[in-house]
């Protein structure tokens, strides 16, 4: 499977955008690129996929870069309870099983 | 609509022991998951059935630990002859089908070994 580099940890002040970093160079054509989050003592949760182009949702937006080879996850306006581990995923369609990685603990300071 | 449901949130047992963990999936999902995770670890990935087969157990870690889904639906994670090393947190999530959309994790249950 293709592997992603994330940092392991941010930091940004509450009320702010945040920009979370996904380096996935190896990405094959047909490779999903999924972000699932972490809470603390919770499993994790989707939060969005994207193939090429850039994707929003309710929770967060996904700009995916021209080749490919990076992605950055975007919350507009980080409130306290977006702390979290957030994986950034390669998926296969109709892929089963993920491979996390150690993804990136975001801290949101008040 | 209840999410994905597991039992006991916490079990403590002693070296050498079984022990069961169960999974509730969301109901109507085909696909069932189970993962492991250890401290500031990712979950890794252990087992996953497509109705009542096991279709990839290329995760388990060796012949001690089992899983079973007899009717579809509930899971059951079976781990024989406990070990300190087995202490984690296991995951279930369910999917609706193995399409590579997004899977429903439950909160896990975090197993002690001692």
């Known amino acids: 499977d293709a592997k992603t580099t994330q940092p392991n940890s941010m930091e940004s002040n509450e009320e702010e955008p945040v920009h979370l970093p996904c380096n996935h160079s190896?990405?094959?054509?047909?490779?999903?690129i999924h972000w699932y989050r972490q809470l603390p003592s919770q499993g994790p949760e989707y939060v969005i996929h994207?193939?090429?182009s850039n994707v929003n949702n309710r929770m967060a937006s996904l700009a995916i870069a021209e080749d490919r080879k990076s992605s950055t996850l975007i919350l507009h306006r980080a409130t306290l309870r977006d702390a979290a581990v957030y994986y950034c995923i390669l998926r296969v369609p109709g892929g089963d099983k993920i491979i996390f990685g150690k993804g990136t603990r975001l801290h949101i300071l008040p | 609509g209840a999410g994905v449901s597991q039992t006991p949130s916490n079990k403590v047992t002693e070296k050498g022991k079984y022990v069961e963990l169960r999974c509730d999936p969301i109901s109507g999902h085909t696909a069932l998951y189970w993962y492991r995770q250890s401290l500031g670890q990712g979950p890794e990935f252990l087992i996953y059935f497509q109705g009542t087969g096991a279709a990839d157990d290329s995760g388990l870690p060796n012949d001690r630990f089992f899983a079973v889904r007899p009717e579809g639906s509930v899971s059951t994670l079976k781990i024989q002859r406990t070990e300190r090393g087995d202490s984690a947190v296991y995951l279930c999530?369910?999917?609706?089908?193995?399409?590579?959309?997004?899977?429903?994790f439950g909160p896990g249950t975090r197993l002690t070994v001692l």
């Open positions: 190896t990405i094959s054509g047909t490779d999903y």
């Open positions: 994207g193939l090429t």
């Open positions: 999530a369910s999917s609706f089908g193995t399409s590579g959309g997004s899977q429903f």
